[in-house]
């Protein structure tokens, strides 16, 4: 399986201000997700991000709230703008590995207050 | 698109029983179905996963069964033990194409000693 890293692990910020998530793979791969998981809930798809390309963004979840870089096939990273304590939650990238398979990021813990 | 709908959110059983999670889905292009293991401030860990050409896998003491004609997948955990407790999801997507996962709600397994 593949071995993900994400920085930073968790965060404390202020509402109106942005948070960029990074996400690195040790190896290539084509497919990289972002998902938000809120305190107690399930995980939900924000974006597919692709390399070279916008991201493919999920109902509900938009660009400008949630920009998201793709610049290379090992790295993504997401930004969470314009905070408000409603973005409470952990950030979780993933990575489809061998056989479409996918694995997870530790998380991005965040809190807004 | 995708439901994915998982029952029961929470269950207790006694180590050494037996434990069972369901999930139904909705759109009959899925093909792919994992189950993610998630413990307390952990991330999500792929336990094991089924493809719709086969009915039932097992890993040791963790089965799962597909029905596609009921359109349901079900985890079998046999011989709890305390250390099965967690957070079970199970997901769905199509493999392929797009390969978004979409996840259930979750199951909080309790194992007691």
């Known amino acids: 399986s593949a071995v993900i890293s994400q920085k930073p692990s968790r965060d404390i910020c202020q509402r109106g201000t942005s948070l960029t998530i990074q996400c690195q793979v040790d190896?290539?791969?084509?497919?990289m997700f972002w998902y938000r998981q809120q305190p107690g809930q399930s995980l939900t798809l924000i974006a597919t991000a692709n390399q070279g390309s916008e991201a493919t963004y999920e109902s509900g979840f938009v660009i400008d709230k949630f920009p998201i870089s793709r610049p290379n096939l090992t790295f993504s990273t997401l930004t969470v703008s314009n905070m408000s304590p409603e973005d409470s939650s952990i950030y979780l990238c993933?990575?489809?590995?061998?056989?479409?398979?996918?694995?997870f990021g530790p998380g991005t813990r965040l809190l807004v207050l | 698109g995708e439901n994915v709908e998982q029952h029961p959110s929470t269950l207790s059983v006694q180590e050494g029983d037996s434990a069972v999670i369901k999930c139904t889905y909705s759109?009959?292009?899925?093909?792919?179905f994992p189950w993610y293991k998630q413990e307390l401030g952990k991330r999500p860990q792929l336990i094991i996963d089924i493809r719709s050409n086969v009915g039932e896998k097992k890993d040791q003491r963790i089965a799962v069964t597909l029905n596609k004609t009921a359109k349901h997948f079900s985890l079998h955990i046999t011989e709890t033990q305390p250390e099965d407790s967690a957070v079970y999801f199970c997901?769905?997507?199509?493999?392929?194409?797009?390969?978004?996962?979409?996840f259930g709600s979750g199951t909080q397994l309790t194992v007691l000693p």
């Open positions: 190896s290539q791969v084509t497919m």
């Open positions: 759109d009959s292009a899925s093909n792919y």
């Open positions: 997901a769905a997507s199509v493999r392929g194409s797009a390969r978004q996962l979409t």
């Open positions: 993933s990575v489809e590995a061998n056989q479409e398979t996918q694995y």
